[in-house]
């Protein structure tokens, strides 16, 4: 990447390679990350957007806004 760079040699050797140790760990994040989410995009397992909800289990506009409440 930066070829003939005394400075980023210098920088190298004191604190090592830190963009190639942060793109290693990068991609074994990434790794991990697609086999804890394979069980999520396997067929047949519900997203749950496809199972009607009981009523009252939504949002609803109930509460009460902050501030001053009327008496």
Do not use: K
């Not at 003939?4 to 994040?29: F, K, M, N, T, W």
């Not at 990434?30 to 394979?38: G, N």
């Amino acid at each position: 990447m930066f070829q003939d760079s005394p400075i980023y040699d210098r920088l190298i050797a004191e604190c090592g390679d830190v963009p190639a140790q942060v793109r290693r760990e990068a991609e074994r994040v990434s790794r991990e990350l697609e086999l804890v989410m394979r069980p999520l995009q396997a067929p047949g397992y519900g997203t749950g957007f496809d199972r009607p909800q009981a009523p009252g289990n939504g949002w609803q506009r109930a509460a009460l806004l902050p501030g001053p409440r009327p008496h």
